[in-house]
């Protein structure tokens, strides 16, 4: 049991390039979450979805996309990235009853520097 | 509003002494109260989480007291050991809702 997988672990980007993040779990959860971490900003959602083939926006969404095509694996997409793009990017998943009352499992995190 | 604010932004604590990391939050709907800790270049894991019908729980040396018309929530460590030291986040959700709201995260150092 693996658990909250996401690959890659680090990646470093020029301004401009394009890059997709894998997260995959095998929990057969429901609800899965993407996530950045900056330093004394603490974790902010960027996109979220309840269920195979459904995604929502949540708080800075702004730049990048999501799909969710198998409810094992949650993509996200940087089309043009950003210096403002370098964090660690966290996935987690959960189950869906209780909606956000579950206990959130996240993976071990993507470090992503944008030169 | 579905801010939690969190405080401190970082904290040093002698091994052995008691480590208290304070949460505050406005929206009246939240019902569900959990506490996340993280070691350096790992995720968050859940610790322990707290619904607002007590105004306490314990899971060994940790303990989540709850102050409802405070609208205030706090995690205490007792006998802090250097194992301890790593990023703690509160949170807060509301029943129906899909996400939960993290606080800005503590950065907790134990000195050994």
């Known amino acids: 049991n693996a658990g909250v997988t996401q690959t890659p672990k680090f990646r470093v980007l020029k301004t401009g390039q394009s890059m997709t993040l894998l997260c995959a779990q095998d929990m057969n959860h429901e609800y899965m979450y993407w996530y950045r971490q900056d330093p004394g900003m603490g974790l902010r959602l960027i996109h979220y979805?309840?269920?195979?083939?459904?995604?929502a926006k949540g708080e800075v969404p702004d730049g990048y996309n999501v799909s969710r095509l198998k409810k094992q694996n949650f993509l996200l997409g940087l089309e043009s990235a950003a210096p403002s793009q370098t964090s660690v990017y966290f996935c987690?998943?959960?189950?869906?009853?209780?909606?956000?009352?579950?206990?959130?499992?996240f993976g071990p995190g993507t470090r992503l520097t944008v030169l | 509003q579905q801010q939690v604010k969190q405080s401190p932004q970082s904290l040093i604590v002698q091994k052995g002494g008691i480590s208290i990391i304070n949460c505050a939050y406005e929206n009246t709907a939240f019902d569900y109260f959990p506490w996340y800790q993280q070691f350096p270049g790992k995720g968050p894991a859940l610790l322990i989480a707290?619904?607002?019908?007590?105004s306490e729980k314990k899971e060994g040396r940790f303990t989540i007291s709850f102050n409802k018309s405070a609208k205030q929530f706090s995690l205490h460590i007792m006998d802090s050991q250097p194992g301890d030291s790593a990023t703690y986040f509160c949170?807060?959700?509301?029943?129906?809702?899909?996400?939960?709201?993290f606080g800005k995260g503590t950065r907790l150092h134990i000195l050994p």
């Open positions: 949170a807060a959700s509301v029943l129906g809702d899909d996400k939960i709201i």
């Open positions: 987690a998943s959960s189950y869906s009853i209780r909606g956000g009352h579950n206990e959130q499992f």
């Open positions: 979805s309840v269920g195979e083939g459904t995604t």
């Open positions: 707290i619904r607002p019908d007590v």
